[in-house]
C-alpha cells in the first residue's frame, strides 16, 4: 500500500487528472454538473451515492460511462435491478452444490457483487429484508459471509438509485448508509434541443460501439491513490482535533455546525452522529480535490444532498444554499 511520503510526490498530478476526468464526463451529458461532481466526490471519499428520481433520467448511463471511462473491465462492474423477489444468490452468486454435499454454505461469487469493484443497484429499496441485511453489511462493514466466515468484498464504489425513499423503520438503516442523495430530474423542459442532439449522439455511439468518454484521462487507481491519500492525511497529527484545526477553519467549521443545526430544528432533517462524521469526511475530500486546501463556504454546498426523504431533498437544496449565500444551481 502506498505511504504518504510516496502519494505526496504525485498527488497534484492525480487531483489534477481527477478533475480533467470529471470535466470531459460532463461532456456527454445535458445539465447533469452536479451529479457527475458528486459522483467524482464519493468515488474519490469511497462512501455511497444514491440518486434519486424517476426513469429516464440518465442514473445508469452516468455510471456505466463513469466506469468504462476508468477502464474498467466486465468483471469490475456489476449492476442489478432488485425487487422484493430477488434472492440472495443474483447478488452474491450461486451455492456451489459440490461443496454445499460436503456440508460447507460457500457461493461462487465469480461476476457478482463480491467480486465488483464497482456496483450500482437500481430500485434499492424495493429488496427484501435479506437483500437489505446483506447490504447493509457490504455497505457499512465491507464484508460478506462465506461457509460463516466474514470476508472482504472488493467494492471500493457504491451507486444505487430509486424513485422513492420510502418511509418505512426497516429502511432507515441503508438509507443513513448514503450520506448524499442527490435527486435526478427530467431536463426536457429546460434543455430541449441540447437534450435532442446528445441523445442521437448517444445512440450513434451505442451502434457503433464507440465510447469517446474512455479517454483514460484518470484511472481506477488515481481514486485509490487519493482515497489513501486523504485517509493517511486525516489521521496525520494524530487525533481529529488537528485536522480540523488545520483544514477546517474556524469560521467556517461554525458555519457548517450552523446549518447542521438549523436543517435539524427548522426542517426536522435528521442527521445521525455517524452521518455528520461522514459528512465532514466528504466536504474533506471536495475541498481538496477541487482547490487543494482548507474547506471554504462552497465546500459546505455538499450539504444541500443531505437529505433523508423524497420530499427532503429540494427543501434542503434550497435552504442550505441560502443559508450559505451560494444561490440555486
Not at 457483487?113 to 465491507?142: G, M
Not at 448514503?178 to 431536463?187: G, H, N, S
Not at 469526511?281 to 462552497?298: D, E, M, N, S, W
Request: hydrophobic share 40%.
Amino acid at each position: 500500500m502506498w505511504t504518504l511520503t510516496e502519494l505526496e510526490r504525485e498527488i497534484d498530478d492525480i487531483r489534477a487528472r481527477i478533475n480533467t476526468h470529471r470535466r470531459e464526463l460532463r461532456e456527454y451529458f445535458v445539465n447533469r454538473a452536479d451529479e457527475i461532481d458528486l459522483a467524482t466526490i464519493c468515488a474519490c471519499a469511497q462512501e455511497p451515492l444514491l440518486f434519486v428520481g424517476p426513469p429516464g433520467t440518465a442514473k445508469s448511463d452516468l455510471v456505466v460511462k463513469f466506469v468504462e471511462s476508468l477502464g474498467l473491465g466486465q468483471d469490475d462492474y456489476f449492476e442489478y435491478m432488485l425487487t422484493k423477489f430477488t434472492e440472495p444468490s443474483e447478488i452474491l452468486g450461486p451455492i456451489d452444490i459440490d461443496l454445499l454435499k460436503q456440508g460447507r454454505f460457500v457461493r461462487r461469487t465469480k461476476g457478482k457483487l463480491p467480486e465488483a469493484r464497482v456496483a450500482f443497484l437500481d430500485e434499492i429499496f424495493k429488496s427484501n429484508s435479506a437483500i437489505l441485511n446483506t447490504l447493509l453489511t457490504i455497505v457499512n462493514e465491507r464484508k460478506y459471509y462465506q461457509d460463516g466466515e466474514p470476508v472482504p468484498v472488493a467494492l471500493r464504489m457504491l451507486f444505487a438509485a430509486t424513485n422513492d425513499i420510502p418511509e418505512q423503520s426497516e429502511l432507515d438503516a441503508l438509507a443513513d448508509r448514503f450520506v448524499l442523495k442527490i435527486e435526478t430530474r427530467p431536463v426536457k423542459d429546460t434543455h430541449f434541443t441540447e437534450l435532442v442532439d446528445a441523445g442521437i449522439m448517444n445512440e450513434v455511439y451505442r451502434a457503433t460501439e464507440q465510447k469517446p468518454w474512455a479517454r483514460g484521462t484518470a484511472s481506477f487507481d488515481d481514486f485509490l491513490k487519493l482515497k489513501r491519500y486523504m485517509d493517511l492525511t486525516f489521521g496525520a497529527q494524530g487525533d481529529g482535533r488537528a485536522d480540523r484545526e488545520q483544514w477546517f477553519p474556524t469560521g467556517v467549521f461554525a458555519e457548517f455546525r450552523r446549518v447542521v443545526r438549523t436543517l435539524e430544528t427548522e426542517d426536522k432533517v435528521l442527521i445521525s452522529d455517524r452521518k455528520l462524521v461522514k459528512l465532514y469526511k466528504v466536504i474533506r475530500t471536495r475541498a481538496f480535490l477541487f482547490h487543494g486546501g482548507a474547506v471554504q463556504t462552497p465546500d459546505l454546498g455538499l450539504l444541500a444532498y443531505a437529505g433523508n426523504r423524497r420530499h427532503e431533498l429540494p427543501a434542503v437544496a434550497e435552504k442550505v444554499r441560502a443559508l450559505l449565500g451560494l444561490g440555486a444551481n
